[in-house]
């Protein structure tokens, strides 16, 4: 059975640093989601990476996906208070499922 | 900007009740999903629909578990006899492709289930 684990499983960053959460897959796929979870809400879509290579940036937030390593990325640049969230990756098994990570509490602090 | 509604935001119910969760997808998407959260913890894949099947199910929607689309905007998601674990957030998705394009799932609010 597929397993995506991410971690950290929860970081605690100080505003204006830069880390990075990881996302590891156990399984073939050449497509991975990243969402934004706030506290009691929903998921937001941040970002779709279709291909192996595949980049996308969107403002402080970059993610990457390398397939041949079963890992993507998502890095987060000089971290600013409203990043503060629950972060999920989410693998596409090519079956109109979607196999979610463990997610990353983050937490970011002045 | 478009997005999916679900009905009711809480629903509080007794172990062995039938519940129905409703789900309004996106106008123009053709597939739908229900996922669910369990608090604290990751998301799960329960069931996903295209053309009235089920195209992909999980280990989780058992017998007790059924989806329909009554009819041409909502897309329900029924528990026959609910259990204690059946306790959860349930999030219904839906996009305008299904796996293998460029399309991301959207979803909805969520609705709370507690089981007593």
């Known amino acids: 059975e597929l397993k995506v684990e991410q971690n950290p499983l929860f970081l605690s960053m100080q505003e204006g640093k830069n880390y990075t959460i990881y996302c590891n897959y156990s399984?073939?796929?050449?497509?991975l989601y990243w969402y934004r979870q706030d506290p009691g809400k929903s998921l937001e879509s941040l970002f779709v990476?279709?291909?192996?290579?595949a980049v996308k940036q969107e403002g402080r937030l970059m993610a990457s996906l390398d397939t041949k390593a079963r890992l993507s990325t998502l890095h987060i640049t000089a971290a600013v208070h409203d990043l503060s969230a629950t972060y999920f990756c989410a693998v596409d098994m090519g079956t109109d499922k979607l196999i979610f990570g463990t997610g990353t509490r983050l937490q970011v602090f002045p | 900007e478009p997005e999916v509604t679900q009905t009711p935001s809480h629903q509080v119910t007794q172990m062995g009740q039938e519940v129905i969760l409703r789900c309004v997808p996106i106008?123009?998407?053709?597939?739908f999903y229900w996922y669910r959260q369990i608090l604290g913890q990751k998301v799960e894949f329960l069931v996903s629909?295209?053309?009235?099947?089920?195209?992909?199910k999980s280990e989780i929607f058992d017998d007790q578990f059924s989806v329909e689309r009554p009819d041409g905007s909502n897309f329900t998601l029924k528990i026959r006899s609910t259990k204690l674990e059946d306790s959860a957030m349930y999030f219904c998705a839906s996009s305008v492709q299904g796996s293998g394009s460029t399309d991301t799932q959207y979803f909805g609010p969520g609705t709370r289930l507690t089981v007593l």
């Open positions: 629909f295209y053309n009235n099947e089920i195209s992909e």
């Open positions: 399984t073939t796929s050449d497509r």
């Open positions: 990476l279709l291909s192996n290579g």
């Open positions: 106008s123009n998407h053709l597939y």
